[in-house]
C-alpha cells in the first residue's frame, strides 16, 4: 500500500489522470502536496510535492464558469493533466 505525503488533507474529490491510459480515482490536496490515487490499481498513483510544482494551467470556458481540465508543470518531471468532477472548487 502506498503511504500519503501529506500529514493533512484539505480537500478531496474524484478525478481522471490523463497520463498513459485514462484512470479514475481520488484527487487529494493537502499539506505536503497534490496526489492522485487510481481506483483500480492501486499502484497507479502521482505524488507532487508543493515545492515541485511550477506551473497549474488550467482552461476556462464560459466566461470562466467551467473548467475541465487543468495541466500540473512541474520543475523535473513534466506536466501532469487531470480533471475532477467540481475543478473549479
Known amino acids: 500500500m502506498v503511504e ?15 497520463m498513459g491510459p485514462v484512470s479514475y480515482g481520488k484527487i487529494m ?11 483500480r490499481d492501486v499502484r497507479n498513483f502521482i505524488q507532487i510535492p508543493w515545492d515541485e510544482i511550477d506551473l497549474v494551467i488550467a482552461s ?11 495541466k500540473i508543470r512541474t520543475r523535473h518531471n513534466g506536466e501532469f493533466i487531470f480533471a475532477a468532477k467540481n475543478t473549479k472548487a
Open 29 to 39: 490536496i493537502g499539506d505536503r502536496g497534490f496526489e492522485f490515487y487510481a481506483d
Open 60 to 70: 476556462l470556458i464560459f466566461g470562466g464558469h467551467w473548467i475541465p481540465r487543468f
Open 4 to 18: 500519503s505525503i501529506n500529514a493533512k488533507v484539505e480537500y478531496v474529490t474524484d478525478g481522471t489522470s490523463f
